[in-house]
């Protein structure tokens, strides 16, 4: 197996993971902050799971949108690398990482911006690992943005 393959395939594994675990609204893990007094995050995301596993019924999570968008991001780039050499552009990493991004940022947005509830099984509020992975994802998407602009223009 060839290291192309290798990553395509791990990129279908990542994409069907967080595909599954989107649709199944499963809770993002939390993360403690170096700042301040610990908030117990492994407690935090055991008892997340907990409520979800108790829940009866479908269960909706703005969790959802970060596995969604880690999923399309994986997948796209899983196509990408599928694609012949000199289908591929400097562009190429941002059109995979922008239906993502879309999904990352624009989809708890308009949960909040509507007030709908984060979790349907929970009763905790916006996840804030959730909105700094949401963060992040769109900081990887500037600076992608930026290296796609240079290498254009490096080719002309």
């Known amino acids: 197996m060839d290291t192309l393959s290798f990553r395509?395939?791990?990129l279908i594994a990542a994409a069907l993971i967080t595909g599954v675990l989107a649709i199944l609204g499963w809770p993002f893990p939390?993360?403690?902050?170096?700042?301040?007094?610990a908030t117990g995050a492994w407690d935090k995301t055991v008892a997340a799971m907990h409520d979800w596993l108790a829940h009866?019924?479908?269960?909706?999570?703005?969790s959802s949108w970060l596995w969604g968008g880690v999923a399309v991001t994986a997948a796209l780039g899983a196509l990408s690398l599928n694609s012949k050499k000199k289908y591929r552009s400097a562009w190429t990493p941002l059109l995979n990482f922008a239906p993502g991004l879309l999904l990352v940022i624009a989809g708890?947005?308009?949960?909040i911006a509507t007030g709908a509830p984060w979790s349907n099984y929970s009763s905790a509020g916006v996840s804030t690992t959730m909105l700094v992975i949401a963060s992040l994802f769109l900081v990887a998407t500037l600076i992608m943005l930026v290296f796609s602009y240079h290498s254009d223009k490096k080719r002309e």
């Open 30 to 37: 939390q993360i403690d902050s170096r700042y301040g007094p």
């Open 56 to 62: 009866d019924g479908w269960r909706q999570s703005g």
């Open 108 to 111: 708890p947005a308009i949960q």
């Open 8 to 10: 395509r395939a791990l």
